[in-house]
């Protein structure tokens, strides 16, 4: 079955790095956009990053453009997402999802809780 499985995350220092991992299976990994998402304590679902199929384009929502780097390994079935320079802001569950048409996510994986301290 499709399975998707978030690691890397736990408490960080502002202003610290973080490499998220999210681990396909169960389908071909090298056909589909995949999304970052995260959701913050309190707070509502907020897609962060998405890159296509091949790789070869990636995008961002404003607040985590500069600090945020979305890469995948098609030979790995893996998902990565590089974060640099964390803010206190960035606290939240990350989760990342397969994307089946432009934006409707049909499979997500259970998330990776990612705290930064001040």
């Known amino acids: 079955q499709v399975q998707l499985v978030e690691s890397g995350g736990g408490l960080v220092q502002s202003e610290g790095p973080l490499r998220l991992s999210c681990a396909a299976s169960?389908?071909?990994?090298?056909?589909?956009?995949i999304y970052w998402v995260r959701q913050a304590p309190g707070k509502g679902l907020e897609w962060v990053s998405v890159?296509?199929?091949?790789?070869?384009?990636?995008y961002y929502v404003d607040s985590v453009k500069g600090r945020f780097t979305v890469s995948r390994d098609n030979r790995k079935n893996t998902l990565y997402l590089q974060i640099s320079s964390l803010k206190t802001d960035d606290t939240a569950v990350y989760y990342c999802a397969r994307d089946i048409y432009f934006g409707a996510l049909d499979a997500w994986g259970q998330g990776t809780l990612v705290t930064v301290s001040s």
């Open positions: 890159i296509t199929n091949t790789g070869d384009t990636t």
């Open positions: 169960g389908f071909t990994f090298s056909d589909y956009w």
